[in-house]
């Protein structure tokens, strides 16, 4: 277990590596976060970190936030995320956490919302598969029967239907870092990531067991 950062999707492109092969990466803006809070077994019962991200003015938050943010001198955050360490007692409150704590090459795992898309039907949100396209079949798209008839009588809750796609929590695991810019804050990250352009990304070194 090791600490995190939280960023921004800034978009797609694609890089050449040595041999000219094109890799799609996305381009993150990661940091810098601020320490919050540190977390100890002694006090919470378990080691962890709090930073924060995004600074807004203080007029934007309410006053218990501000009360949390001043015992780390920081700024106005709107983000704050927890992640948990083996080791609390290396971080300070106040401290910065930027892009360098990763590498080139570094396994990471990327959580955001993914893109809502409003109702959709069950082949576009479930990838289910067409019905006949012959003429007659009146059955290109219908969901078709969606339970028993006398037993049970009902429908089970958890039915795959037609209902709203998207805006939800989406990690995606095993991604690779191509490129770490500290001066400009900046990861390249192999492959898509959650969410549209804007969005609020959580990066951390992937947990690789039992994977």
Do not use: W
Request: aromatic content about 4%.
């Amino acid at each position: 277990m090791s600490v995190g950062i939280l960023g921004t999707k800034l978009g797609m492109t694609q890089i050449f590596d040595e041999a000219g092969v094109a890799i799609p990466v996305t381009i993150v803006k990661a940091g810098p976060c601020t320490v919050t809070q540190v977390k100890t077994k002694q006090t919470d019962g378990y080691s962890a970190i709090q930073v924060g991200y995004g600074e807004v003015k203080p007029k934007l938050l309410n006053k218990p936030s501000l009360g949390h943010l001043a015992k780390s001198s920081a700024p106005g955050l709107r983000h704050l995320r927890e992640y948990h360490v083996d080791n609390s007692g290396e971080y300070t409150l106040g401290q910065q956490i930027n892009p360098d704590i990763f590498s080139a090459g570094q396994i990471v795992d990327v959580s955001g919302t993914s893109i809502g898309r409003g109702f959709a039907g069950n082949q576009k949100r479930h990838n289910f598969g067409r019905g006949p396209m012959s003429h007659g079949s009146k059955n290109h798209k219908e969901p078709g029967s969606i339970g028993a008839g006398t037993t049970p009588g009902r429908v089970y809750p958890g039915k795959r239907m037609a209902g709203r796609l998207g805006g939800k929590r989406v990690t995606i695991s095993k991604l690779t870092v191509v490129r770490v810019d500290p001066e400009r804050n900046i990861l390249l990250i192999q492959g898509s990531v959650p969410g549209k352009p804007g969005a609020l990304l959580s990066i951390a070194p992937a947990n690789l067991v039992g994977k």
